[in-house]
């Protein structure tokens, strides 16, 4: 599985993004899906999960009510929703698939200004 994540950008506290990552492949809909974060200079950290099925997700308390992470796979993508950022949700967000990460796409960055 290959990934292949976009939407990130700069923005200023408050605001949103949202960021897609694509999967190739027709294996998509097998795995639950992921997204993780470093932020410079720390240990890369759990986000949010989705089952295979978009029905049941997963957050990081500092995430909860203000992240959302949803799956199309008629289209091998899934989503994270971020609103009410944050500068301290600055960092390089990365997607994953399979419930332990099997399989990482490369980062892209978000940068969040107060």
């Known amino acids: 599985v290959q990934l292949q994540a976009s939407g990130g950008g700069l923005v200023q506290a408050g605001g949103s993004l949202r960021l897609s990552c694509t999967a190739s492949?027709?294996?998509?809909?097998?795995?639950?899906m992921g997204w993780s974060r470093q932020a410079p200079g720390k240990e890369r950290e759990f986000v949010a999960r989705?089952?295979?099925?978009?029905?049941?997700?997963n957050y990081a308390d500092s995430v909860k009510g203000r992240f959302t992470i949803s799956r199309d796979n008629a289209k091998n993508t899934v989503y994270l929703q971020m609103n009410s950022l944050k500068p301290e949700d600055t960092a390089v967000y990365y997607c994953?698939?399979?419930?332990?990460?099997?399989?990482w796409g490369q980062g892209t960055q978000v940068t969040v200004s107060s």
């Open positions: 994953a698939a399979g419930f332990t990460g099997d399989y």
């Open positions: 492949g027709r294996t998509f809909s097998r795995y639950y």
């Open positions: 989705i089952n295979q099925y978009g029905t049941t997700t």
